[in-house]
């Protein structure tokens, strides 16, 4: 590392790319990390998975060379990859490592390498409409590209993976037509608008999201509950479920799929919080438990429900799709309780708010202008957009 601030060191290392240790993760084989940050970064935000082992040391404690003590965790017999910020002092500390015996290399451009990174899952649905799911494990993002006869439709797109979209689109052979949210993201900058320009198409937005101050409102299809917009052969049909905030909307794929947003979840339901704040949450809450009883749990057992997010504890399908069904959410703890108790318990004890919650809804609202290296800094971190 010459040139850097880091002590000087006797060995190079190889870097490991994102995409590697994402596959060697989903294949299930044991992986081991040293992540390097401070405490209270990793604490908020690291790589997890099955099969994966992380001791965390600063690197400041390997200044000096490796303190036996403080890696007693690391193991001699396999490799180590080195995680941190931005992939500067993984590389010393990897360095350090392979200097006193160890086998390592550091994760490329460390945690915004894996921020950067997203994959897909290609399912049919029994009408022989292909959904692929996006999911960005740095943060459970998953958006949506319903692809039927040669037209296509992108749900809750990221703005930093607007390209390869459109990519996928036409290797797929789908002209886009139209881009949609389920609702004002506040954890994520959305690339509702960015797509829809690059592939030329429509816009579209919640009626009912857009009036809460969109700046952009008159330029965008609004859809409303009870609206059916066709793609190919493939029908979304939308229905309003506000809680989470009081303009989501969930799309129906051919009565098949329903793509929640921040909703429901495999696991949980939405924080109420983000846009009443804790004063309003109640009677968010309210509104959360009716849109979930009344306009999704009613769905057939069999349909297929998906989210805008999944948490760290969060299982894929044996397929890697997270997905899962109407009937197995029906036995979620949660969604057992009766009326009152669901409100009190999902607007009480929140968990944090997204990092630049604030910030983002502003940038999705269209008031406020950033450019894309902002963008993906604001949105760096967890979600935290799930009550339970």
């Not at 970064?41 to 036996?68: C, M, Q, R, S």
């Amino acid at each position: 590392m010459s040139g850097s601030k880091f002590p000087e060191t006797t060995v190079e290392v190889a870097s490991t790319k994102p995409v590697t240790l994402k596959q060697r993760i989903d294949d299930g084989r044991s992986v081991t990390l040293l992540d390097t940050r401070e405490p209270d970064d990793f604490a908020n935000w690291h790589i997890d998975g099955p099969g994966v082992e992380t001791v965390n040391v600063p690197y400041t404690d390997f200044l000096d060379g490796v303190d036996e003590a403080a890696v007693e965790g690391l193991p001699r017999d396999e490799e180590v990859v080195v995680t941190c910020a931005m992939g500067l002092s993984s590389e010393f500390v990897a360095e350090r490592l392979v200097e006193a015996g160890y086998e390592a290399s550091h994760l490329a451009d460390g945690m915004r390498g894996w921020a950067r990174l997203c994959g897909h899952t290609d399912i049919e649905l029994p009408s022989g409409t292909l959904v692929r799911q996006y999911h960005r494990p740095s943060s459970g993002c998953l958006a949506y590209m319903i692809v039927a006869d040669g037209r296509a439709a992108v749900i809750d797109p990221l703005r930093v993976f607007t390209e390869q979209y459109a990519d996928d689109a036409a290797t797929l052979g789908a002209a886009v037509d139209i881009v949609l949210d389920t609702h004002v993201h506040a954890d994520h900058v959305s690339g509702l608008r960015d797509l829809a320009t690059v592939t030329n198409t429509t816009a579209a937005m919640p009626a009912a999201a857009a009036e809460r101050g969109m700046t952009d409102a008159d330029d965008l299809r609004l859809v409303a509950d009870g609206d059916n917009i066709a793609v190919g052969s493939a029908t979304l049909s939308v229905r309003a479920t506000p809680g989470h905030t009081t303009g989501t909307a969930t799309y129906v794929v051919d009565g098949a799929l329903a793509l929640a947003g921040d909703t429901l979840f495999l696991d949980g339901v939405a924080r109420p919080d983000l846009e009443a704040g804790a004063d309003g949450s109640r009677a968010a809450a309210e509104a959360l438990y009716d849109s979930v009883h009344d306009r999704l749990l009613s769905l057939p057992d069999d349909a297929l429900v998906g989210a805008a997010h999944h948490g760290p504890e969060t299982a894929p399908r044996a397929d890697g799709a997270y997905l899962t069904t109407v009937a197995t959410l029906r036995e979620l703890p949660v969604l057992s309780l009766d009326r009152e108790t669901f409100i009190d318990r999902v607007a009480s004890d929140l968990p944090p708010r997204p990092a630049n919650h604030e910030a983002i809804i502003e940038t999705n609202l269209g008031r406020r202008s950033v450019d894309d290296e902002t963008a993906f800094e604001m949105e760096l971190g967890p979600n935290n957009c799930a009550a339970y």
